[in-house]
């Protein structure tokens, strides 16, 4: 049997790209233990509770008026559901369907809609748009609320159900309805599912003053070489410093994480750990290059769609004083969910552990603070948002045209292009010292 991680909650309660979670977003697996099926747990207190509720299982289904509703597979299973949903927001137990769709989930083949969620006091926001995806061309926004899929309400739905109801074959439409706190008005959007496939580089460029700059989407299995190949041309066209901009970054991968922050630490150095129950429970993930590290002043760009994998990098390079994170905090997803496969092709996802960075700082429901707060209004997000997305549009009366408004300055952008310069200008005034 496999067991499987999932990289901050990301599977099922996140939406849209094809390394893994809902609707398409990226899902992050580690290697790791079995399960244990029912009849190997140790715990005598667990023995007793799984007793006493085979007997309570037993009187009702010998006892209720519906026969047909006391089925003991149909209680057993939404016993479970009930146990695992009561622990936090991302455990839950898979039924032998939902195990199967996990699966095509991972293998890509199931059309999405390019959005991160999540349940927050209750609601299903959208955490994000994925840049390029039918989510975030709709002008779909962080915050959103959603309301109904197809007409249907999902009050009353949990997380399995919203998707169920989101996901369908590529090519296919499917009616959500919105509400938006920015302005308190609720909306309908019609999209188009697409097999959820983006870039996970984009816009690399060299701004003035040597200063490099991309953005990263999201963390998938071609993140890393993305990465390395528009780093090396940044530096071979002469930056001197770089912007890493994670804005609206759902995460993914783990060890795609690992893959981008490791250019900038020594060897063996810790970039992020793992911790779950108990102390051996920690797992701890290390740079592994050979060389030199790369020490050119970093600023990371963060807002509050950055998570996850995401937040692993920017924690990792302002934990080590390598980078200055410039923006909002962080959306704060930081723990990691096991996949235990059951019998009869069922499964168990459960919270195991939690991402922690180098310094010892959870992640998890706090995010990363930026050092230089930049807050921009919903209007200025959405703008700046759309813009990122749609860079194919250089001209801006032709932008203003098609979307409404003229590009405005992205404030944290410039922010973060103001910390470089300030650290240049500090080190071409301080020169390192050199010994006699």
């Known amino acids: 049997m496999k067991q499987m991680h999932t990289v901050a909650g990301m599977l099922k309660r996140i939406l849209t790209i094809a390394t893994g979670i809902v609707l398409g977003v990226a899902l992050t697996l580690l290697a790791g233990r079995l399960a244990l099926a029912w009849s190997l747990f140790p715990n005598r207190g667990v023995e007793r509770s799984a007793s006493y509720f085979h007997d309570v299982l037993k009187l009702v ?70 840049a390029g995806t039918p989510g975030a061309r709709a002008g779909i926004l962080h915050g959103d609320q959603i309301l109904r899929v197809e007409g249907q309400s999902i009050d009353g739905l949990d997380m399995d159900g919203v998707i169920g109801l989101l996901r369908g074959k590529p090519k296919t439409k499917v009616v959500m309805s919105l509400y938006r706190p920015g302005t308190r008005k609720n909306f309908d959007v019609t999209l188009t599912r697409e097999i959820i496939k983006v870039d996970s580089v984009r816009g690399a460029r060299l701004l003035p003053d040597g200063i490099g700059y991309l953005q990263l989407t999201e963390f998938s299995d071609n993140t890393a070489d993305e990465f390395d190949k528009a780093l090396d041309k940044l530096l071979h066209d002469g930056a001197t410093s770089l912007i890493i901009d994670l804005r609206d970054n759902p995460g993914g991968l783990l060890d795609a994480a690992v893959a981008v922050a490791n250019p900038f630490f020594k060897k063996d150095e810790l970039i992020v750990y793992t911790q779950g129950r108990t102390p051996e429970s920690r797992d701890e993930y290390r740079a592994e ?148």
């Not at 519906?66 to 898979?94: I, R, V, W």
């Not at 920017?314 to 980078?323: F, N, P």
């Not at 990122?388 to 009366?397: G, L, M, N």
């Open 61 to 130: 289904n010998e006892n209720y008026v519906e026969a047909k509703a006391a089925d003991p597979d149909q209680l057993t299973h939404a016993a479970l559901k009930g146990m695992t949903a009561s622990l936090d927001p991302h455990s839950e137990f898979l039924t032998a369907k939902d195990f199967d769709e996990l699966q095509d989930e991972m293998n890509g083949g199931f059309g999405g809609i390019g959005v991160l969620i999540d349940v927050i006091k209750g609601k299903v926001v959208v955490v994000a748009p994925i």
């Open 289 to 436: 290059g050979d060389g030199q590290p790369l020490t050119l002043p970093i600023a990371v760009l963060i807002n509050s769609g950055s998570a996850s994998a995401a937040e692993i990098v920017a924690g990792a390079l302002r934990d080590t004083g390598r980078a200055i994170i410039v923006g909002e905090r962080s959306f704060g997803k930081g723990s990691v969910q096991s996949i235990f496969p059951l019998h009869n092709g069922e499964g168990l996802r459960l919270t195991t552990a939690r991402y922690y960075t180098p310094s010892g700082v959870t992640i998890h429901e706090h995010g990363i603070d930026p050092q230089v707060e930049v807050v921009l209004s919903p209007d200025d997000d959405e703008k700046i948002r759309l813009q990122s997305d749609r860079d194919d549009i250089t001209d801006a009366k032709t932008f203003e045209e098609r979307f409404g408004f003229a590009p405005i300055e992205d404030r944290q952008l410039q922010a973060a292009i103001d910390v470089l310069r300030g650290v240049q200008a500090f080190d071409a005034h301080n020169p390192p010292a050199v010994a006699k």
